[in-house]
């Protein structure tokens, strides 16, 4: 399919240009190309959605660019900086234009693009088919439902969501769905359930499909076609409190009350001591006179 060729390191899905037309050196085009440049020197990537304006009135140009949910930061960042340069080339007069890639889609236009959703503008499907159809759409139809309502609840930085269904003879369909975050939760429900509604008529009984558009995406397939993002980084952990023998007393009045505590128990251990001493010392003393007495007896008896 001539839509699918390769545009050097990016897949090249399909573009459109649409809207008036605007001329070399015009104010529009200046805006433009300031918007682009801004967009390829944006380090803000984190979750792979951009939304740039530049200029007012008739010539104000508004631009969105969404990455793939599951593609690297750096795959996305090459993806965009690429849509910048080769979008322009393809639509070079018009004020409004789009393209999808495998890994990003790009678009700008100098009407108001962030607070609505838009049709789908392209499908593409696996030419191989599915045995039992029925069952087969049983469990795409759950699969998809649960993953729109997870993509749709996402917040203002990424509406995606990734998953798999069991189908049959240990046989899954593994699902890709995504919105705009720019979209309301009820938006990109919406505009996924209406892309949704293309899969009996276009993919029926396919074993994958997909549809692609300014708003919203959407793909299945038997095998799994998308990367498993890697868990969040786990919280920092704090390094365990140094092992001290000191002995700190609280503040407060409990300062003098523990004070007094470790005094008296020194003082009864002492006096214990000091009774053991004694007892020792006498028992020692009463032996060495109880021999003396007898040396003296001995001594007596000898004499």
Not at 8 to 26: I, V
Not at 27 to 45: E, G, M, R
Not at 185 to 203: H, P
């Amino acid at each position: 399919i001539a839509c699918l060729a390769s545009a050097q390191d990016e897949t090249y899905l399909y573009h459109k240009c649409s809207g008036a037309n605007y001329t070399s050196s015009s104010i529009y085009q200046k805006n433009l190309n300031a918007l682009l440049s801004s967009l390829t020197s944006s380090n803000d990537i984190d979750y792979g959605f951009y939304n740039f304006s530049e200029g007012e009135g008739s010539d104000r140009v508004n631009s969105i660019a969404l990455c793939r949910g599951d593609v690297s930061q750096a795959a996305c960042r090459r993806c965009v900086d690429f849509s910048t340069t080769d979008l322009p080339r393809r639509c070079p007069t018009q004020k409004e234009a789009i393209v999808w890639y495998d890994n990003c889609m790009f678009r700008y236009s100098n009407r108001s693009i962030f607070h609505s959703w838009e049709q789908p503008a392209l499908y593409i499907w696996n030419l191989n088919n599915v045995s039992d159809v029925t069952k087969f759409s049983q469990s795409l139809d759950g699969l998809l439902s649960d993953l729109r309502k997870e993509a749709s609840a996402g917040d203002s930085r990424q509406k995606f969501a990734i998953g798999d269904a069991s189908y049959a003879n240990y046989t899954r369909i593994y699902g890709l769905v995504q919105c705009t975050p720019n979209l309301s939760e009820v938006q990109c429900s919406n505009c996924l359930d209406r892309s949704f509604r293309d899969i009996t008529n276009a993919f029926n009984g396919k074993q994958g499909g997909r549809v692609i558009g300014p708003s919203c995406n959407f793909r299945y397939e038997i095998d799994q076609f998308y990367e498993i993002p890697p868990p969040p980084s786990p919280p920092a952990t704090a390094p365990p409190p140094p092992t001290t023998t000191d002995i700190v007393p609280p503040t407060g009045g409990g300062g003098n009350k523990t004070r007094t505590i470790i005094i008296a128990v020194v003082s009864t251990v002492c006096f214990v001591i000091l009774i053991i001493c004694i007892f020792f010392f006498l028992q020692r003393r009463k032996r060495r006179e109880k021999l003396e007495s007898e040396y003296l007896e001995l001594s007596k008896i000898c004499t």
